[in-house]
Nanobody
Framework: QVQLVESGGGLVQPGGSLRLSCAAS????????MDWYRQAPGKQRELVAT???????NYVESVKGRFTISRDNANNMMYLHMNSLKPEDTAVYYC????????WGKGILVTVSS
């Protein structure tokens, strides 16, 4: 059974940083493309960052240069390092595994506010 669990969210001031974590069980993250999505209040869920099994990364334009997706193969974890956070980054962030129809975590709230 595949399970993805996000952690590390919370309240941060504009300009601050957070690191989101995604702990996986039932799959080896290193074998599949993995993603971070987010959904802001009243908006559709959007793809934020992708990390392929080969290590290539891709980011939505609005987070380029501020966010970094990474993976710890030994501990089967994925991360989203978020710097220079803006109020418009406020959203529920989801870990996603691109396997078959896809697997989702339950999401973690990130609030950027002064």
């Amino acid at each position: 059974q595949v399970q993805l669990v996000e952690s590390g969210g919370g309240l941060v001031q504009p300009g601050g940083s957070l690191r989101l974590s995604c702990a996986a069980s039932g799959i080896r993250l290193s074998l599949y493309p993995m993603d971070w999505y987010r959904q802001a209040p009243g908006k559709q869920r959007e793809l934020v960052a992708t990390l392929t099994s080969g290590g290539s990364t891709n980011y939505v334009e609005s987070v380029k240069g501020r966010f970094t997706i990474s993976r710890d193969n030994a501990n089967n974890m994925m991360y989203l390092h978020m710097n220079s956070l803006k109020p418009e980054d406020t959203a529920v962030y989801y870990c996603h595994a691109s396997i078959g129809n896809g697997y989702w975590g339950k999401g973690i709230l990130v609030t950027v506010s002064s």
